[in-house]
């Protein structure tokens, strides 16, 4: 089959010529007829296998007529990282040379102001990263009320960067009536769910089956030590022929440790990460395309963003901690027919990671042996025989000399200041043989039993005198209450005037 078959039109059919195209992918012959028939589709094929080109060509001939308002785009393109949305538009300026589309790219890292300018001309295709495209949107710049055609692209990844919300709020701002496009790599349950909640009858094309990688691609796992895995890296860039290669860390940290490695190597390599602006991003990209950079050193931000056909290895410095992380970083490598090779290094602690991705592609990976795998192993004490033993002299201790041990402690608690040694000293004295402290205990215990006309409240000599906090059973016990029978009991010692009587008139017994 060819792309004539596909009912594309001719103009189209001449740009594709143009670009070294002749003969479609699996996934580009079941999906353009689809896409021209107006279908929501379900795509699922792994990377590498032309899904940019199975959405982007018929969406060409679908846009030929018609033309934009302004702030209002006809179609919509959600991809998950700037350089993957990067890459859909210059699919676009290939495919669509022949054709006077307009198109909008929004990510960060760019000018508000520039692509505020171009919304506003008006746009037939607008490409877009989920955070852009809300802050554009929350400012009042754009509107989707217009919106015919959405493809969400890399569904999986950008469940994996947390983008989900962002595209729902996105969805419940298009109309209802629209065509879907939704494409993935990999098929996980959350993206099943999401494409029942996004499409209507949705057509699903599958060309193979979920996570697999492609057949042009032989890995290898190359088994090492955690200190070894930099040496075993470069091992393997010069043992190989590598044409230009591609190095993925797990962290961003070590993508700066591992290019800075191998340029002390005299290795042509350059970093490629996150924390990077959007133009020097760009630049490394676009030297890497030209072949100025050898080896790019990446984290899993590049692993999606990438369309380079002449990527001829891949290293995985660190094994994938999610299996489907695996397929995409592999991926890199063996596009457009050409064969590739992937090595991941992994260590003792990988193996449970290397065992879910193994279980996700449904097979064995081929297992190495590193050239440093582990550190050399101490060397065995030496035997000693029965007759050497019995034959050492016994050396007898001076019955001067001090013990190692002891000798050892009392050496270092010389070489202690004197402040140390006193401080340690009081500190080892007990409370009871300090006879300040008793004193002092005996003193509060004195003021606690007469009150000390002070009420309840424990008097302290001085302020920064500390609080004498005594234990439950070191309180005194206390005074037994007077027994008024025996003092109070004869009436000679009970005071006068509580016996002298008192007489009361006769108003006053009245008033009573």
């Known amino acids: 089959m060819t792309f004539q078959d596909l009912g594309l039109s001719d103009p189209l059919l001449a740009a594709i010529e143009n670009s070294g195209y002749t003969i479609p992918t699996p996934i580009q012959e079941k999906a353009i007829p689809l896409v ?47 350089e993957l949305a990067a890459q859909v538009a210059e699919k676009f300026d290939d495919y669509g040379q022949n054709h006077k589309l307009t198109k909008a790219l929004l990510i960060g890292g760019s000018s508000f102001v520039d692509q505020k300018k171009i919304l506003d001309r008006g ?90 990688t492609a057949s042009t691609i032989e890995d290898f796992i190359t088994n090492t030590h955690p200190r070894d895995k930099r040496k075993v890296l470069r091992g393997l860039i010069e043992e190989q022929k590598v ?62 963003g990438l369309d380079i056909n002449d990527v001829s290895h891949v290293f995985n410095f660190d094994v994938p901690i999610h299996p489907d992380d695996y397929v995409h970083r592999i991926g890199r490598t063996g596009r457009a027919g050409k064969s590739g090779r992937a090595y991941t290094l992994a260590t003792r602690e990988d193996e449970k990671f290397v065992a879910a991705i193994e279980r996700v592609i449904g097979r064995k990976i081929t297992v190495l042996d590193g050239s440093a795998t582990s550190p050399a192993p101490a060397p065995a004490p030496a035997e000693v025989k029965a007759d050497d033993v019995a034959a050492a002299p016994v050396e007898e201790p001076a019955a001067s000399a001090e013990k190692p041990a002891e000798k050892a402690a009392a050496t270092e608690e010389e070489a202690k200041p004197a402040r140390t040694r006193r401080s340690r000293a009081r500190k080892d004295t007990p409370r009871d043989d300090k006879p300040e402290a008793r004193e002092s205990r005996d003193e509060n215990k004195t003021r606690e ?21 005594k234990h439950p059973d070191e309180r005194p016990e206390a005074k037994p209450l007077p027994d008024t029978e025996k003092e109070f009991g004869k009436t000679d010692q009970v005071p006068a005037f509580l016996l002298q009587e008192v007489t009361l008139s006769d108003e006053e017994k009245a008033a009573a």
Do not use: W, Y
């Not at 996150?274 to 020097?280: S, V």
């Open 36 to 82: 021209l028939m107006g279908r929501d589709i379900l795509g699922c094929a792994q990377t590498g296998t032309g899904k940019t080109a199975g959405f982007v060509l018929p969406m060409i001939d679908i846009l030929a007529e018609g033309k934009p308002k302004a702030r209002m785009p006809r179609s919509l393109i959600l991809e998950p990282t700037r």
């Open 243 to 304: 044409h230009s290669a591609l190095v993925f860390c797990n962290r961003k940290r070590d993508v700066d440790v591992v290019a800075r490695s191998l340029k002390n190597r005299d290795f042509n390599a350059a970093a490629l990460h996150g924390d990077m602006t959007q133009d020097k991003r760009t630049e490394t990209l676009d030297r890497f395309r030209a072949g100025e950079i050898r080896i790019l050193v990446a984290s899993d931000v590049a692993a999606r």
């Open 123 to 212: 746009v037939d295709v607008l490409i877009a990263t989920p955070g852009r495209l809300l802050d554009l949107f929350e400012r009042g710049n754009i509107l989707m009320s217009d919106v015919k055609i959405l493809v969400i692209d890399e569904a999986d990844r950008m469940l994996d960067m947390g983008f989900i919300p962002d595209v729902e709020e996105i969805c419940s701002k298009i109309p209802a009536i629209r065509q879907t496009l939704f494409f993935s790599a990999t098929m996980p349950p959350e993206i099943k769910r999401l494409s029942e909640k996004f499409l209507t009858n949705p057509k699903e094309v599958t060309v193979a089956r979920p996570a697999t």
């Open 449 to 469: 039993g007469r009150g000390d006309g002070r009420g309840d409240r424990q008097s302290h000599g001085s302020r920064n005198e500390p609080r004498n906090h």
